[in-house]
């Protein structure tokens, strides 16, 4: 603890005598006095609120019965907060105010504001940024609706922004008196981008959305290919959107009319993008917690640039970088970012139209005694890890990652492939016909295929026995599904918390959050989406007789996302099917001579954590570098002395 500062909350208190301990929320009430939290204590994500008088530590309000799925959020004073409740299946359903202060049972606290019972629909709460408005989300991946509580009035009851219709997207915030919403609504179809409308902050208000258009009349966000329109969040004289353009994240700032005409508070005046130096990074709104600021702050780096908090003035005309500030920089012990390099491809998919983004992390010695290699020797090949993610249209950042470092230093080019079905280029990345999403979903492992051919055949860094690859829940579908598509591409795959079992876990809605994913992947109920998922679920399409990569996949025992069995049904199909453990082939069950068995198929089950892995930090560091050994001993690294890093 610093001078001056002061521990509201220890969450190594929490922890003390626990295997898992997750604090999701921690707000402070209107008046600074009261604290109130979310806690986790298995990794099954259901949590539970407490409050704590801020200068005592005393805790003032705990229902031991009470649930909630972790966010809380305070009303207009300390009289009241807001959660929200899961059910069965653990979709976020209902939303309660909770009163404080109250002599009633703790029951009886809870007022039930709103309920929505589509089993496809996933509830969730938050405050406008000058804090007058809860809004009350409810959304599928293809439908949303709105709802608005007016904080400032006691008497104020819960109105819709706008009906739900089939397949139109929506989100709010309030500047003003109007509404800023992001929207696909369009003529049939939906736009292919988010578009920025604006409106009276009133209720059913659909048939007055006007598009935002800056001091010339020309539209900010069209919804159009080019530009991707992510969120807006709004200050008191600007507003500041997130989005994308040219596969990269972008800031814009919006700023508004000054003049006391009280008649346009809205009126745009100027519209710029922040630009940044770097080819590709990673750049996002920070903490911003005052609707009266002159900055912005800014979370920003890249792959070799460290995170780094940024103020950026609000009102300058110019944006000179050099009046931005850097507040904080991450401190990453021992790193000399003059020694690594990064690049960025386009890596043509076999469709013959699509270009798929690779980035390429590297230490410079590596790439350049790889460059100087003679062409075709053996010392030209250098270990390549290729990692990717690509669904539910969440993109794979060029972001920072300290934990890359010790692959880095021991010769390891990372390689971050960008496949279709995240969002680096917007919703058509991610949607039909030409995304990965629905039946056009196997996509995403033609690009990771693809990705990796050109790693060996085209770029020439790494041969099929130096190339390894790694995916994450989703991540896991994707490289299950490419492994199976191509087991003599790789030499060792990574699968954590893999969504492997794909048929089985969707045809059952008893299976927490599945009916909500009948939107990203299809409902295989239906005749036509079981054939096809079929087509690619991992634990249905081992190859029999193939000669696999070495494989690791983990899983968590109280994981609600991915449940436990799916990872360990993969791994005995695997080991059942593939030669990695078939003896019968006189004993040559690998490529060049290597003995069936010297590919192992390993499952590691976390019995104390969830989707999420270890909470506590240095437990996931361990767990961390259990895969690291496991992957640099199958890749024949073990041994390898890490690069100087000065």
């Known amino acids: 603890v610093l001078p001056g500062e002061r521990v509201y909350l220890d969450e190594n208190a929490l922890a003390e005598g626990r295997d898992y301990c ?27 609120l407490r409050v704590l008088n801020a200068s005592t530590g005393e805790e003032v309000d705990h229902d031991a019965e009470l649930e909630c799925d972790g966010s809380v959020i305070w009303g207009a004073d300390d009289s009241s907060l807001y959660y929200v409740e899961m059910d069965e299946q653990q979709r976020p359903h209902k939303v309660y105010r909770r009163r404080l202060g109250s002599s009633r049972r703790d029951g009886e606290k809870n007022e039930l504001i709103y309920h929505d019972p589509d089993e496809t629909h996933y509830v969730s709460i938050h405050k406008s940024s ?41 989100e709010v915030e309030h500047r003003e008196g109007s509404w800023l919403i992001t929207t696909n609504a369009s003529d049939d179809p939906p736009s292919a981008n988010m578009k920025l ?99 912005v702050i800014l979370s920003y780096d890249s792959v070799i640039t460290p995170l780094q908090s940024l103020a950026v003035p609000l009102d300058d005309r110019d944006d000179p970088t050099e009046l ?93 492939a960008h496949v279709r079905g995240g969002g680096e280029f917007g919703r058509p990345w991610y949607e039909e016909p030409s995304g990965a999403k629905y039946l056009c979903k196997e996509n995403t492992f033609r690009d990771f295929v693809d990705a990796g051919r050109w790693l060996v055949c085209d770029r020439k860094l790494a041969d099929p026995d130096r190339l390894s690859c790694e995916g994450r829940s989703a991540g896991g579908l994707l490289v299950g599904a490419s492994v199976n598509q191509c087991p003599e591409l790789f030499r060792a795959a990574i699968l954590g918390v893999p969504f492997v079992d794909v048929v089985a876990t969707m045809i059952d809605a008893s299976i927490p959050l599945t009916a909500g994913e009948w939107e990203e992947w299809g409902n295989p109920n239906e005749e036509r989406y079981y054939d096809y998922m079929m087509g690619y679920s991992p634990v249905n399409n081992v190859r029999k007789g193939a000669a696999y990569p070495s494989m690791l996949l983990t899983g968590g025992l109280h994981d609600p996302r991915v449940q436990y069995w799916e990872p360990t049904k993969f791994a005995a199909e695997l080991r059942y099917n593939s030669n990695n453990y078939n003896n019968n082939n006189n004993g040559d069950g690998g ?29 996931y560091l361990k767990e961390l570098a259990f895969d690291y050994a496991f992957l640099l001993d199958q890749m024949g690294l073990v041994g390898e002395e890490e690069y100087d890093r000065e």
């Open 22 to 48: 997750d604090v999701r929320s921690a707000s402070e009430s209107p008046s600074h006095e009261l604290l109130a939290y979310t806690i986790d204590h298995t990794g099954d994500e259901k949590y539970r």
């Open 130 to 170: 000058d804090r007058r408005y809860l809004f009350v989300d409810t959304s599928s991946m293809e439908t949303g609706e709105v709802h608005y509580l007016d904080l400032s009035d006691p008497d104020a009851r819960l109105k819709c922004v706008a009906s739900r219709r089939t397949k139109v997207l929506y």
């Open 197 to 295: 409308v604006i409106s009276p902050a009133e209720e059913e208000c659909a048939d007055r959305w006007t598009a935002m258009t800056d001091e010339r009349g020309r539209v900010l966000f069209d919804g159009g290919n080019d530009r991707a329109l992510d969120d807006v969040s709004a200050f008191r004289g600007h507003a500041v959107a997130t989005g994308r353009e040219g596969g990269i994240p972008r800031i814009w700032v919006v700023s508004f009319s000054d003049d006391d005409d009280e008649s346009e508070p809205n009126r745009v005046t100027r519209f710029r993008r922040l630009d940044f130096e770097e080819e590709a990074y990673d750049v996002g709104l920070g903490p911003n917690y005052e609707y009266d600021a002159s900055h």
């Open 324 to 416: 931005r500030r850097v507040l904080k920089s991450k401190i990453v012990p021992g790193y000399d970012k003059s020694l690594y390099g990064c690049e960025r491809a386009a890596v043509p998919s076999r469709d013959g139209a699509t270009r798929i983004p690779v980035t390429l992390i590297y230490r410079k010695d590596v790439m350049e005694r790889h460059s100087l290699a003679e062409e075709g020797a053996a010392a030209a090949s250098v270990p390549v890890h290729l990692y990717g993610y690509g669904s539910y249209g969440c993109p794979v950042e060029a972001d920072f990652s300290s934990t890359r470092l010790p692959l880095l230093d021991r010769g390891i080019v990372y390689a971050l």
């Open 591 to 619: 490529r060049d001579g290597e003995k069936s068995g010297a590919r192992p198929v390993c499952v590691k089950m976390e019995m104390s954590a969830g989707h999420f892995s270890a909470s506590d930090r240095y437990k």
